[in-house]
């Protein structure tokens, strides 16, 4: 079973890892959409603080990661999935019901957030440290 997910995954931190191993567990391929520094602009409205090459670098030396390929549109998550055949696609809670429209594709799963970390929490951390 092929599993697909998305995100930004700027300054990787325990609830990335968390979720891609979570992914990895619920199939036997996990393949990850890394969202462009573009598309990250377009979502965020700011530039992710590591650029999109050292982004999927560090996702695709993950041992949970079988494959890594880059996010350039939201709106084209239903192409992504069938280009990579996925069985299945995995989102963070966050997203929950925004991608049930794709369930007709493959099976849609929502999996909880890790509490009390992200990374724009970690942007406002750091900026106060002195
Ligand atoms: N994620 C998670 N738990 C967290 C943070 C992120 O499970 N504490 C998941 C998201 O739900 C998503 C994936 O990790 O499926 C990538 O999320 P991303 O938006 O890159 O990370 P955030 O830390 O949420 O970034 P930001 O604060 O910029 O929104």
Redesign the pocket.
Same mark, same amino acid.
């Given at each position: 079973m092929k599993i697909i %997910?998305? !995100? %930004?995954?700027?300054m990787f931190?325990i !609830?990335?890892l968390? *979720?891609l191993e979570r992914a990895k567990e619920q199939g036997d391929r996990l393949i990850v959409g890394v969202s462009s520094d573009a598309l990250n602009f377009s979502k965020?409205s700011r530039n992710p603080i590591c650029d999109e090459d050292a982004r999927m670098r560090i996702v695709s030396a993950l041992k949970c990661v079988d494959e890594v390929f880059l996010e350039e549109s939201l709106a084209l998550k239903a192409e992504y999935i069938q280009r990579h055949q996925a069985d299945c696609l995995i989102? !963070?809670?966050?997203?929950a019901g925004k991608f049930d429209h794709l369930a007709d594709l493959c099976k849609v799963i929502y999996?909880p957030? %890790?509490?009390a *970390?992200?990374? %724009?929490?970690l942007i406002e951390v750091v900026k106060e440290i002195k």
């Amino acid at each position: 079973m092929k599993i697909i %997910t998305f !995100g %930004t995954f700027d300054m990787f931190h325990i !609830g990335h890892l968390n *979720i891609l191993e979570r992914a990895k567990e619920q199939g036997d391929r996990l393949i990850v959409g890394v969202s462009s520094d573009a598309l990250n602009f377009s979502k965020k409205s700011r530039n992710p603080i590591c650029d999109e090459d050292a982004r999927m670098r560090i996702v695709s030396a993950l041992k949970c990661v079988d494959e890594v390929f880059l996010e350039e549109s939201l709106a084209l998550k239903a192409e992504y999935i069938q280009r990579h055949q996925a069985d299945c696609l995995i989102m !963070g809670d966050d997203w929950a019901g925004k991608f049930d429209h794709l369930a007709d594709l493959c099976k849609v799963i929502y999996l909880p957030r %890790t509490p009390a *970390i992200s990374t %724009t929490q970690l942007i406002e951390v750091v900026k106060e440290i002195k």
